[in-house]
């Protein structure tokens, strides 16, 4: 199962910032927050990764909590485009694979006009 | 270039047919997956090739076998598969699965539909 729990969907208005909120309470020490997203039946984008420092790239925003059980992600200025499922992924490992990226439901983002 | 190219886009076959499914990447890349995406549901990890040696998820059926020729080229060939099967197919590639800050990158996939 995935260690991480997202809204099953949120709306937001063209221009504004997007804030998709993810908890992993269960997360260890070592494990980083991954997030990618899922156009309509295109293959999952990589996003933004981080481990406890907010991070920031030409895409989004990362900010994780000082606790490390929760992040949200930052889509500063939301376009239709953007439109898409967006997975919270922290990395299981498993009996045959050391980093296993279990995807939960992830939170399905409509960006309105 | 973060780009993995998966062939054919689409594929209807029948459940007596045999096909394959391709993946490439040109990234350097030394680990490379597969994933079964069934509709409205997350993508499920299949198969991991790390430096060519493949980790068996033992859930998968036989009727799907991973072949890796080179770090470069994965493929899934298909035996006898149920309608049940039909899914989006994803192949991903990544650095080294043994990194823990190792990122996949997602080709567009290959829609499987089985009579």
């Known amino acids: 199962d995935a260690k991480t729990t997202q809204p099953p969907s949120m709306d937001c208005a063209e221009g504004r910032a997007a804030n998709l909120p993810c908890n992993h309470s269960?997360?260890?020490?070592?494990?980083?927050v991954y997030w990618y997203r899922q156009i309509h039946s295109q293959g999952p984008q990589y996003i933004i990764h981080?481990?406890?420092n907010n991070e920031t790239n030409e895409m989004a925003s990362l900010i994780i909590t000082e606790d490390r059980k929760s992040s949200t992600l930052i889509l500063p200025h939301a376009t239709l485009r953007d439109t898409a499922v967006y997975y919270c992924?922290?990395?299981?490992?498993?009996?045959?694979?050391?980093?296993?990226?279990?995807f939960g439901a992830g939170t399905r983002l409509t960006v309105k006009p | 270039d973060t780009e993995v190219t998966q062939t054919p886009k689409h594929l209807v076959m029948g459940m007596t047919n045999k096909k394959s499914l391709k993946c490439e990447q040109h990234?350097?890349?030394?680990?490379m997956y597969w994933y079964k995406q069934k509709a409205k549901k997350p993508p499920e990890l299949m198969f991991v090739?790390?430096?060519?040696?493949?980790?068996i998820n033992e859930s998968v059926p036989s009727r799907f076998s991973p072949e890796c020729p080179n770090s470069s080229l994965l493929n899934l060939h298909l035996h006898a598969l149920q309608p049940e099967d039909s899914a989006l197919y994803l192949c991903?590639?990544?650095?080294?699965?043994?990194?823990?800050?190792?990122?996949?990158?997602f080709g567009p996939g290959t829609r499987l539909t089985v009579l």
């Open positions: 269960t997360i260890s020490g070592n494990e980083y």
């Open positions: 992924i922290v990395r299981v490992a498993t009996l045959w694979n050391n980093n296993d990226m279990r």
């Open positions: 090739y790390s430096y060519e040696k493949l980790s």
């Open positions: 981080g481990l406890k």
């Open positions: 990234m350097g890349h030394r680990a």
């Open positions: 991903a590639s990544s650095q080294d699965s043994r990194d823990s800050t190792d990122t996949q990158y």
